[in-house]
């Protein structure tokens, strides 16, 4: 397998890491929540700067920890779609010019085909078919993972992501950002049947509802207008109780969607990535289901949840060790459907 250096700027953090196939020599996560946790939510033009003050300090610190010089790395990748233009384009800019000053060959990843492969750094054994659910801030998708760039779209969210949603319930209950840590941490202290939530469902013209897909707006404005009533009633926000409930719901939810897909496509393992892989009513509500209907259910560990680079070098080291290679003309977007991830790369063999 060939050694990556990877580099991850899609949204707001600076990451670096160095990888090969499933190993990981170093890994380098420098966060800007302290930067945009005054605003509420990631500025991208902030975004932007952050990453141009920092992409260089973490490409040393990520050879340094791995011990490893230029003639001991085989490829070049970095994060181009999908995620914010201006922040995508410090983290491709970086990678391309290291490929062209060392000569290597350049990989631009999906940065969703990256949280896939999250689950492969701490799993040797998992290999496709199986289905991932992918759960973060700007996406919920349960995905059939056949191979190496091969996807397939099963399930997604109508409107807000799970993350999402957990950032905008936590701005209702003036908790800060990010919203998923504190809602989590509160949750551990509330009672998660203290009010009853709305499970969101999407029609389907036909009648019924789509098995798969999610809906959390209304979810959130269910909570909006529990706290609008428990104001009115001059009553004191139970906010641990309130955080537990929404959080039960929403694990709740999201586990249903996915063991009734994996069941429905005879897939009997659920990787799980993306940030709210982290929730851990998620961890514990899901495991009890795959348990009960004898499917195994993977997460990553906890550091590879968030956005990282060493995720999106194991998915470069396989994409390089078969002949993929991206030419240095790729550009980034903002959206881009992971089952066109391969339109990224073109193939040596």
């Given at each position: 397998m060939a050694t990556v250096l990877a580099i991850e700027t899609s949204c707001d953090e600076t990451a670096v890491a160095i990888v090969n196939n499933r190993q990981v020599y170093s890994s380098i996560v420098a966060s800007q929540i302290p930067v945009h946790c005054q605003y509420?939510?990631?500025v991208p033009e902030?975004?932007?700067?952050?990453?141009?003050?920092?992409?260089?300090?973490?490409?040393?610190?990520?050879?340094?920890?791995?011990?490893?010089?230029?003639d001991q790395i085989d490829g070049i990748a970095a994060t181009c779609a999908p995620g914010l233009v201006g922040?995508?384009?410090?983290?491709?800019?970086?990678?391309?010019?290291?490929?062209?000053?060392?000569?290597?060959?350049?990989?631009?990843?999906?940065?969703?085909?990256?949280?896939?492969?999250?689950?492969?750094?701490?799993?040797?054994?998992?290999?496709?078919?199986?289905?991932?659910?992918?759960?973060s801030g700007g996406h919920t998708s349960l995905i059939y993972v056949k191979d190496c760039g091969s996807y397939e779209t099963l399930g997604e969210t109508r409107d807000d992501a799970a993350g999402e949603a957990f950032d905008k319930v936590a701005r209702l209950l003036?908790?800060?950002?990010?919203?998923?840590?504190?809602?989590d941490k509160l949750a551990q202290t509330g009672n998660p049947r203290a009010f009853t939530?709305?499970?969101?469902?999407?029609?389907?013209?036909?009648?019924?509802y789509h098995p798969y897909d999610n809906s959390f707006s209304g979810l959130k404005t269910a909570?909006?207008?529990?706290?609008?009533?428990?104001?009115?009633?001059?009553?004191?926000?139970?906010?641990?109780?309130?955080?537990?409930?929404?959080?039960?719901?929403?694990?709740?939810?999201?586990?249903?969607?996915?063991?009734?897909?994996a069941l429905d496509y005879s897939l009997g393992t659920i990787a799980v990535g993306g940030g709210v892989a982290a929730n851990t009513s998620l961890r514990k509500i899901l495991q009890a289901s795959a348990t009960e209907h004898n499917l195994r259910v993977l997460f990553p560990?906890?550091?590879?949840?968030?956005?990282?680079?060493?995720?999106?070098?194991?998915?470069?080291?396989?994409?390089?060790?078969?002949?993929?290679?991206?030419?240095?003309?790729?550009?980034?977007?903002?959206?881009?459907p992971l089952t066109q991830v391969m339109k990224l790369y073109y193939s040596k063999f």
């Open positions: 509420g939510g990631v902030v975004a932007s700067r952050q990453h141009l003050e920092t992409i260089n300090q973490a490409i040393t610190q990520a050879l340094h920890q791995a011990q490893l010089d230029w922040a995508l384009l410090v983290g491709l800019t970086a990678a391309k010019t290291l490929a062209m000053l060392h000569n290597k060959p350049f990989l631009g990843v999906h940065h969703l085909e990256g949280h896939i492969y999250a689950t492969y750094l701490s799993e040797p054994s998992l290999n496709p078919p199986f289905l991932s659910l992918l759960v003036k908790l800060g950002y990010p919203g998923g840590p504190v809602i939530l709305p499970e969101g469902k999407v029609s389907l013209p036909s009648g019924g909570v909006l207008r529990l706290v609008q009533q428990l104001e009115k009633e001059q009553e004191p926000l139970p906010v641990a109780d309130l955080a537990a409930s929404f959080q039960e719901t929403v694990a709740r939810s999201l586990t249903k969607r996915a063991i009734a897909c560990p906890m550091k590879y949840c968030t956005d990282n680079a060493a995720m999106i070098g194991c998915a470069a080291s396989h994409h390089l060790s078969l002949g993929h290679t991206s030419p240095l003309t790729l550009g980034v977007e903002s959206r881009l």
